[in-house]
């Protein structure tokens, strides 16, 4: 199994931050043109906790897709959005958000599982695994630069 962890520190205010990254819909604004991220919100209502939605991009030159469900929402504290049906074995996304001196800090934990072999498990920890990281890298600093403005 796979983790990636990313600290980002963005001067904007905590419940701005919160507000605009914890919108599914934000997938698409910090993709990079390679992952080409969509995503379609399958639930009614505003987002919080049970907000479901479609998410297909490109990672590690791999099309991945999927259904994800927010399985926790404190509001200007912390996200997780699990996959609950797609391409891989696990994907959980968290998100913990804490208020700074100069605004907020975003702690992001991707935990995956790829659907692979022994070998494939190899494969993550030599090549995938950095790609996917380098990606949700590019994703926060997108993101930073997007609220900063």
Request: aromatic share 6%.
């Amino acid at each position: 199994m796979g983790r990636i962890e990313i600290v980002t520190d963005i001067e904007a205010p905590l419940e701005r931050v919160f507000a605009w990254n914890a919108d599914p819909k934000t997938f698409e604004k910090v993709s990079t043109a390679e992952a080409d991220a969509k995503v379609e919100i399958t639930s009614e209502g505003p987002v919080g906790l049970g907000t479901t939605f479609h998410l297909s991009a490109v990672m590690a030159g791999q099309k991945l897709e999927g259904d994800m469900e927010y399985v926790e929402f404190e509001e200007n504290r912390r996200v997780v959005q699990r996959m609950t049906k797609g391409d891989l074995k696990k994907l959980e996304m968290t998100d913990i958000y804490e208020a700074t001196d100069k605004g907020t800090r975003i702690t992001t934990t991707w935990d995956y599982e790829l659907p692979y072999s022994v070998l494939g498990k190899i494969l993550d920890r030599l090549k995938v695994g950095k790609e996917i990281k380098a990606s949700a890298k590019a994703g926060s600093q997108r993101a930073k630069e997007i609220l900063e403005e």
